[in-house]
């Protein structure tokens, strides 16, 4: 006899069953299009390209959940729980094919094997998962699971967790009754089960436990069935949405933007209204877990600043949910406004101001993020409608926009200064040498800040040593138009870039060498959205090719410790964090201490988003708070690769640094001071307690 069992044993008019599914499944559906439909109402963007990449990353952060298991507790219980729960619902598909389709696969070494043993260990493992995530939540309650506004509606995480864990319970008491009951000759295969039903053997008669049977059989069924309609208006919409966003997500580098097209008869000049986002922006808000992942390394939110991301998804979640019903009716009809609103339905009524610009759009909740919501983004089209039509922006951009229409640069200097850096220097320009192998771009701060032109000297002085074919641009450079990208003023960025990429075109240019990570990134990513192509090298990068392949060679000792700071757009944008510290490693002497926070979860210097040209009203200031974190590691300097983390992390260690001793460098310092020979090259060290020109 062919080891089996019989489906509906000890079940009568099981085709009430059938009723509750259909029932089930009808308030399911119609809550996932009451969602979905609000989605729509958003512009349109292709997301379902690259298929085989886009499966490729649901397996990586849905099935095998990659970034949640960075935090091991939540990682593991979210494992146990999602991999336990899929498997039994394998096993009620083999159900149906078994009973409703007739097709007997339920029998024999698969019945044992899966049906039985898999299926009881699956059980017992999402038990768990599910313990674990109620004691988290009701007992450790970690800040980053606190709610951060109340939901009319919205039941508490323990109220869902204990009706899972009743479905889940509920189910071996049910199979542990049949066991008993039926002495079934294959129990030993069900271990969970079978525990249960001698639980129960040992104080109730055979009668009690068929009538108990049949009651909690219906009783399971329901609330299982129950769980699969509210599903679609709960916050565990997630276990739905979740998957379909990561699929969803951006395949494109990190950090490209939307370009606007001011060509067109009617722009849309950022994001007034709900109906100013993608479809995507609008899939995103439904997604969000809640898990607080964001928020706990979001360089504002951990000093004290208005923003809080987790809390700007949920409130634009919310109204999605109050005012996409509405608008949501009005495309149906045909009446979606032609033109762009002047007054924001979004900033202020919805998203604070104070948090919008607090954001220093570092990716670094983007980063962390398990269903890939993209926080910065909505973000910065929200920064473009304030600042395009609104003209309602912090009042220290004013000048610093002024600077970059005027000038071509945040410092306001004339384009006559902008070589002045090179003095005593044997620095060609690019209209000399029209066949140099590389374009260096200083950027603004190595030609206007005293501190950066030192670190553009450190790197032209590398460049000679190793014979790298080089000129600059000079009077012709202009800033590439980063600051007022990511501050929302979006014509002065496409003003800046068109200029830029004219002059690049015109000759010729196939490599550039950055200086900055800002300029790294907007050459390679939003220049060559606008039809830039070129290949961009960032001068850490250059510098590490050039000592490994011995062009380079570091002779002398420079520090004892050193920790390294890893810039943003360098870091998380760029994805580039083994060249600084390879470099670094070939440093004689250099002993590298990494921060709590480094690689992909370093903390922001606080410079990033154009916030290098706003004050902090708030709270601690984010460059003390990363130099703390710098101090701490008993490190004698700290290394950099961007200007504008330069200058905060400079003001941060001179602040809190009493003893003045810790430098903060550059990597091309520290590399010229390696391969000086016969001491230090009194180029232009720098301590902590230099002023810098902001």
Avoid at 373 to 383: T, W
């Amino acid at each position: 006899m062919a080891a089996t069992r019989t489906v509906y044993w000890n079940i009568n008019n099981e085709w009430i069953l059938y009723l509750i599914l259909v029932a089930a499944f009808a308030v399911f559906a119609y809550g996932m299009w009451q969602r979905v439909r609000l989605w729509f109402i958003g512009r349109p963007e292709v997301r379902w390209d690259q298929v085989r990449a886009r499966l490729g990353r649901v397996w990586q952060h849905a099935a095998l959940q990659r970034r949640l298991s960075q935090n091991r507790v939540a990682g593991v219980f979210h494992i146990l729980f999602s991999w336990g729960f899929a498997i039994l619902f394998l096993g009620t598909l083999v159900v149906m094919v078994h009973e409703d389709f007739r097709i007997r696969i339920m029998q024999g070494a698969f019945y044992l094997w899966f049906q039985s043993l898999v299926l009881d260990l699956a059980g017992l493992l999402a038990m768990v998962g599910v313990v674990i995530a109620w004691v988290r939540r009701g007992i450790v309650k970690p800040r980053a699971l606190s709610r951060v506004a109340d939901r009319p509606g919205l039941l508490p995480d323990w109220l869902f967790l204990a009706h899972i864990l009743l479905i889940l319970w509920t189910g071996f008491w049910v199979e542990g009754i049949r066991i008993v009951a039926t002495d079934d000759p294959w129990a030993a295969w069900s271990p969970v089960g079978l525990a249960h039903g001698r639980l129960l053997a040992s104080f109730l008669s055979l009668e009690a436990m068929l009538v108990l049977h049949r009651v909690l059989w219906w009783f399971h069924m329901t609330i299982s069935f129950a769980l699969i309609a509210h599903l679609p208006y709960s916050k565990m919409v997630h276990i739905l949405t979740g998957p379909v966003n990561i699929f969803l997500s951006d395949l494109r580098p990190a950090g490209i933007l939307s370009t606007t097209d001011l060509e067109s008869e009617a722009p849309v000049l950022g994001a007034a209204s709900l109906w100013d986002f993608s479809w995507k922006d609008l899939a995103d808000l439904d997604a969000c877990t809640e898990c607080g992942r964001c928020q706990e390394n979001c360089p504002a939110f951990l000093t004290g600043k208005p923003l809080n991301p987790k809390k700007l998804i949920l409130d634009l979640q919310h109204h999605l949910h109050t005012r996409g019903p509405a608008l949501a009716l009005a495309a149906m009809k045909g009446e979606r406004p032609g033109e762009q609103p002047f007054e924001s339905e979004l900033v202020g009524p919805v998203v604070d101001p104070e948090a919008l610009w607090a954001c220093t759009t570092c990716r670094a909740c983007m980063e962390v993020c398990p269903v890939y919501i993209e926080h910065v983004p909505k973000i910065v089209e929200m920064r473009r409608h304030q600042v395009m039509l609104q003209g309602e922006f912090p009042q220290e951009l004013n000048l610093t926009f002024k600077n970059l229409e005027r000038q071509g640069n945040p410092w306001g200097l004339g384009a006559h200064t902008r070589t002045q850096w090179t003095e005593g220097l044997n620095v060609p320009l690019i209209a000399d040498r029209p066949d140099a192998e590389y374009l260096f771009w200083p950027g603004c701060a190595g030609a206007y800040d005293q501190r950066g032109q030192k670190i553009a000297r450190a790197i032209v002085q590398l460049l000679d040593r190793a014979g790298v074919s080089y000129a600059i641009l000079g009077k012709e450079e202009k800033c590439t138009g980063d600051s007022a990208r990511r501050a929302g003023n979006e014509m002065l960025f496409q003003q800046l870039a068109m200029e830029n990429i004219e002059t690049l075109k015109a000759y010729g240019v196939k490599k550039i060498i950055t200086h900055c990570p800002h300029c790294f990134h907007t050459f390679d990513k939003d220049y060559r959205e606008m039809g830039l192509d070129v290949e961009v090298v960032h001068h850490t990068q250059l510098l590490a090719r050039l000592v490994q392949e011995g062009r380079l060679k570091p002779v002398r000792k420079v520090a004892e410790a050193v920790t390294y700071h890893d810039s943003c757009y360098l870091g998380r944008y760029g994805g580039e964090f083994q060249a600084p510290r390879a470099l670094l490693r070939a440093l004689p002497g250099v002993e590298l201490r990494e921060m709590e926070r480094h690689g992909s979860t370093a903390m922001c210097c606080g410079a990033g988003g154009a916030r290098m040209w706003m004050e902090e009203h708030h709270g601690t200031r984010i460059n003390i708070e990363r130099s703390r974190q710098a101090i701490a590691t008993g490190a004698t300097t700290v290394a950099t690769n961007c200007p504008f983390c330069m200058t905060m992390l400079s003001d941060g260690v001179a602040a809190e640094d009493g003893s003045g001793q810790i430098r903060v460098l550059d990597l091309a310092e520290l590399l010229l001071e390696a391969v000086t020979e016969g001491g230090s090259t009194g180029s232009e060290q720098a301590v902590a307690g230099t002023v810098q020109n902001r």
